[in-house]
């Protein structure tokens, strides 16, 4: 979806995210359900979840909420 939503090889995309896995800016979503106030693009009332997703780490957040202040 990502690789779609960017227009973007999906091996890359797929590298990508195994990066920002392995320093902690992401990490996979291990629920069967996915509520609404976790997800962060379209929101739903909840997703069934049928593909592999990745949440931000709190980090992450961190990092985005200061560049954003900046």
Known sequence: MTANELEMDF?????LYAAMQRV???R?????IIKGTERKLKPKTETHR?????????EADRILRDLEDE
């Open 11 to 15: 091996e890359y995309v797929r590298r």
């Open 24 to 26: 902690g800016l992401v």
């Open 28 to 32: 996979t979503y291990e629920g069967s």
């Open 50 to 58: 049928k593909h592999t997703y990745y949440v931000t780490t709190d």
